[in-house]
T-cell receptor, first 110, second 113 residues
Framework: GQQVMQIPQYQHVQEGEDFTTYCNSS?????IQWYKQRPGGHPVFLIQ?????EVKKQKRLTFQFGEAKKNSSLHITATQTTDVGTYFC??????????FGTGTRLQVTL | DAGVTQSPTHLIKTRGQHVTLRCSPI?????VSWYQQVLGQGPQFIFQ???????GRGNFPDRFSARQFPNYSSELNVNALLLGDSALYLC????????????FGSGTQLSVL
């Protein structure tokens, strides 16, 4: 069956360092979305990627969708304390089951 | 404009009881989906509804049911509550369906004692 792994589970960085989280699927994805959830909050939409090889940027955030549409990444340049939270990928799984990745928890310290 | 609203915000129940959670989507949104999030884990998909019809169902037992009303609001019902049902229940709305941006409510925190 379809499996999507999100790595790493947790990353602790110093403010100013870069951060990347990856979602890797065993099968081709039709599209992928990324969400951020602050501690105690709810998921907030960041981006949707649909096309093979697509790259989108939002200020310090860069999102990529692999050529084979089996993997995606979120890269944050020069992290800030406001980037703290858990980042999830979301994809349309088998039988229209909306499935979140396991999430990457980002901790940023000064 | 109001965002997605969920009620109640917190709820305490005992094992074996029944619970109904409510969700009002953003005006104009016709799709609602429900998620269970246990502390420290990602949201798990329960149901998706579009135009009052079920469009997707996650791996949850039949104790979980939902419906969508003509005004596009939705209810999630859980029967015969178990301790393991304690979680944050999130509702999300979107314009039409699964492949669109989801707007989440703040959730209902359910504690089963």
């Amino acid at each position: 069956g379809q499996q999507v792994m999100q790595i790493p589970q947790y990353q602790h960085v110093q403010e100013g360092e870069d951060f990347t989280t990856y979602c890797n699927s065993s099968t081709t994805l039709s599209n992928i979305q990324w969400y951020k959830q602050r501690p105690g909050g709810h998921p907030v939409f960041l981006i949707q990627l649909v096309k093979s090889g697509e790259v989108k940027k939002q200020k310090r955030l860069t999102f990529q969708f692999g050529e084979a549409k089996k993997n995606s990444s979120l890269h944050i340049t020069a992290t800030q304390t406001t980037d703290v939270g858990t980042y999830f990928c979301l994809y349309d799984g088998t039988a229209s089951k909306l499935t979140f990745g396991t999430g990457t928890r980002l901790q940023v310290t000064l | 404009d109001a965002g997605v609203t969920q009620s109640p915000t917190h709820l305490i129940k005992t094992r074996g009881q029944h619970v109904t959670l409510r969700c009002s989507p953003i005006s104009g949104h016709k799709s609602v989906s429900w998620y269970q999030q246990v502390l420290g884990q990602g949201p798990q998909f329960i149901f998706q509804y579009y135009e009052k019809e079920e469009r997707g169902r996650g791996n949850f037992p039949d104790r979980f049911s939902a419906r969508q009303f003509p005004n596009y609001s939705s209810e999630l019902n859980v029967n015969a509550l178990l301790l393991g049902d304690s979680a944050l229940y999130l509702c999300a709305s979107s314009l039409q369906g699964a492949r669109e941006k989801l707007f989440f409510g703040s959730g209902t925190q359910l504690s089963v004692l």
